[in-house]
């Protein structure tokens, strides 16, 4: 007899959902943060589910990481030292640590079970674990901040699950004051800032929050076919005049982005008009 259909859904609102179809659970348990799980499915390929929400796959990481990483890398004239908080499957590290100008890279991850699971399952996104310029701490990242010197860091990439539970701090004035301190001159800030169209009064605030701590900030989308509504957004925050024109060319390999799109990013769609 035909097995039966397996399909996982995550239900992104109250009348939203997005199902995958399912060819088998490769691991599933709980950490002492969460609920983790990896699937093999049929159209995307491994998937790293924390929590019931899809962080990542192995078909579209690509678009998220590149999107993640390289604008403000491109946009900054020296980044030497980097900083991730999250970003545990290591897809933000690996796209990083792509620059040669990089000296340091760390990063700061709450779950050590999450890097573990990557490394196991997703080894092309956990490609950089390796490299003798990351430094990979399990801590708390507000706290890691908090305990920072004053200017270390060129770039800080907040690659974080969704501002709820133990990520909430993570979308807080408190902790985006206390990354001002702790960059450098020129330093620039990105984050992941959810869904455009279905958290926008969220990213309402958001923003708000912090044009009071920085003096530009810039919101740039890109179509994340597996996040909630499919339709992403990240956001920069700097302190510095952020320059038209890139620093560097991107670097080899990439997929997905390319220094010729850092013109139209920052260009939004009518209804994102107030976040340019
Ligand atoms: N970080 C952002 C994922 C948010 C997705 N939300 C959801 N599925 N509800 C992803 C981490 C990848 N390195």
């Known amino acids: 007899m035909k097995s039966p259909e397996l399909w ?3 239900y992104q609102t109250r009348g939203l959902a997005l199902s995958f179809r ?7 348990f709980k950490s002492k943060f969460q609920d983790i799980l990896v699937l093999e499915t049929e159209e995307f390929g491994r998937m790293l589910v924390l929590d019931g929400c899809v962080m990542t796959t192995e078909r579209d990481e690509f678009i998220y990481h590149e999107m ?7 946009l900054h004239p020296s980044p030497r030292h980097v900083l991730i908080i999250g970003g545990g499957d290591g897809g933000a590290l690996r796209e990083v640590l792509r620059y040669k100008e990089v000296e340091k890279s760390i990063m700061v991850e709450l779950d050590e079970e ?7 399952y997703l080894p092309s996104i956990a490609s950089a674990f390796d ?29 974080s699950t969704d501002p709820v539970g133990s990520a909430e701090v993570l979308f807080s004035k408190e902790f985006y004051s206390e990354i001002k301190r702790i960059l450098r001159p020129n330093g620039i800030v990105v984050t992941q800032s959810e869904s455009p169209f279905l958290h926008f009064e969220f990213l309402k605030k958001f923003h708000s929050m912090l044009k009071s701590i920085f003096l530009k900030v810039k919101l740039y ?9 499919g339709f992403w957004s990240f956001t920069i925050a700097t302190d510095s005049p952020l320059s038209k024109t890139p620093f560097r060319k991107e670097p080899d390999g990439l997929k997905f982005f390319n220094s010729k799109m850092l013109n139209h990013i920052f260009i939004l769609p009518n209804f994102l008009k107030d976040f340019e």
């Open 22 to 28: 399912v060819k088998r659970t490769l691991e599933h």
């Open 68 to 74: 993640l990483v390289h604008p403000s890398m491109m």
């Open 114 to 120: 999450v890097v573990r699971i990557s490394k196991q």
């Open 131 to 159: 490299d003798p310029r990351a430094d990979v701490l399990f801590y708390d990242g507000a706290k890691f901040v908090r305990e920072c010197n004053d200017g270390s860091f060129d770039i800080v990439i907040v690659d």
């Open 8 to 10: 996982f859904t995550e």
């Open 221 to 229: 989308t890109a179509s994340v076919p597996t996040y909630p509504s």
